[in-house]
Structures are given as structure tokens and as C-alpha cells.
């Protein structure tokens, strides 16, 4: 009962930081650093509330982590991405086993694609000058939120 309600409440905590990182980056673009280290540094705890090992679980979650980070910010440095929304993929792969990262990935994209058409045209019929800029957070926010929703809450129903 007790690990079972600390695992809701890590889920209720991350949720709370998803809503607050694509509304921040609804309004201003921007994903803050405290917030991504916030999600970062609350997965250990998500670790031990779901009894993973240290070897080879927790050596896995940092592995994919520190991937999704490394894979993202070339896509940054390459201008393709911003640097909040790289932290919070790589922050948000601690989470969550490879496959489902996998599955957060793929719906990050779809719903990336879809926040930049509304984007875009919102961007054209306000007839703002220069190029949009696109708030990917909404879009990681979005998927994050489904996973958590699909993989865990459920769990519980």
C-alpha cells in the first residue's frame, strides 16, 4: 500500500512538472533548467519506489538516458531543437523502460508535428514577422502525460 501510494505520488509530482513545462513553453518558449533537473532528480526515487535494481535497472534507465540526451542534442546543435526541450527528453528517458522512450519518441513526433501546423499557421494569420518558434515541450508534455497515463495509472485501475 505504502510503495503503491509513493508511485502515485511520483506520478502526480511528474505530471504537475509536464503541465508546468508545456505551459511555460506555451507562453515564453522556454523549459526551465530547475524544472528538467527537477524530473531528472525525482527518477531515482521513481527507481527505488518501483524496486528496480542498481545492476543492471538503474544502469539501464542512465544508459537511455544519456542517449536520448546525446541523440536530441545534435538535433540542437543542429538548430533543429531547443536546449529545454533536449533536457527534458533526456531527463524524461529515465522514466520510463527503453521500449515505452521508444513509444514517447514516436508520439513526440506525431504531436510535434501537429503543434507546429497550428503553430505555423497561428503564426501566419497574426502576420508575426519572422520564423516561428515552435513549442516542442507541448508536444513532449502531451506524450509524456499519455505514457504515464497508459503505462502506469492503469496499473492501478
Same mark, same amino acid.
Given at each position: 500500500?505504502?510503495?503503491?501510494?509513493?508511485?502515485?505520488?511520483?506520478?502526480?509530482?511528474?505530471?504537475?512538472?509536464?503541465?508546468?513545462?508545456?505551459?511555460?513553453?506555451?507562453?515564453?518558449?522556454?523549459?526551465?533548467?530547475? *524544472?528538467?533537473?527537477?524530473?531528472?532528480?525525482?527518477?531515482?526515487?521513481?527507481? $527505488?519506489?518501483?524496486?528496480?535494481?542498481?545492476?543492471?535497472?538503474?544502469?539501464?534507465?542512465?544508459?537511455?538516458?544519456?542517449?536520448?540526451?546525446?541523440?536530441?542534442?545534435?538535433?540542437?546543435?543542429?538548430?533543429?531543437?531547443?536546449?529545454?526541450?533536449?533536457?527534458?527528453?533526456?531527463?524524461?528517458? *529515465?522514466?520510463?523502460?527503453?521500449?515505452?522512450?521508444?513509444?514517447?519518441?514516436?508520439?513526440?513526433?506525431? $504531436?510535434?508535428?501537429?503543434?507546429?501546423?497550428?503553430?505555423?499557421? %497561428? %503564426?501566419?494569420?497574426?502576420?508575426?514577422?519572422?520564423?516561428?518558434?515552435?513549442?516542442?515541450?507541448?508536444?513532449?508534455?502531451?506524450?509524456?502525460?499519455? *505514457? $504515464?497515463?497508459?503505462?502506469?495509472?492503469? %496499473?492501478?485501475?
Amino acid at each position: 500500500m505504502t510503495g503503491e501510494f509513493f508511485q502515485i505520488a511520483l506520478i502526480g509530482a511528474l505530471s504537475a512538472l509536464l503541465i508546468a513545462a508545456a505551459i511555460t513553453d506555451l507562453r515564453s518558449r522556454i523549459i526551465s533548467n530547475r *524544472l528538467n533537473l527537477a524530473v531528472a532528480a525525482l527518477a531515482p526515487l521513481w527507481w $527505488l519506489a518501483c524496486g528496480l535494481e542498481p545492476w543492471p535497472g538503474m544502469a539501464v534507465q542512465l544508459l537511455v538516458g544519456a542517449i536520448v540526451f546525446t541523440l536530441f542534442a545534435a538535433l540542437f546543435a543542429a538548430g533543429m531543437m531547443g536546449g529545454g526541450d533536449v533536457k527534458l527528453l533526456g531527463a524524461l528517458a *529515465l522514466w520510463f523502460p527503453w521500449q515505452a522512450v521508444l513509444s514517447l519518441i514516436v508520439l513526440m513526433a506525431m $504531436l510535434g508535428g501537429l503543434v507546429t501546423i497550428v503553430t505555423v499557421i %497561428h %503564426h501566419r494569420m497574426s502576420k508575426k514577422p519572422g520564423q516561428p518558434e515552435i513549442p516542442y515541450g507541448v508536444a513532449i508534455s502531451i506524450s509524456a502525460l499519455w *505514457l $504515464l497515463g497508459e503505462r502506469y495509472l492503469n %496499473h492501478f485501475a
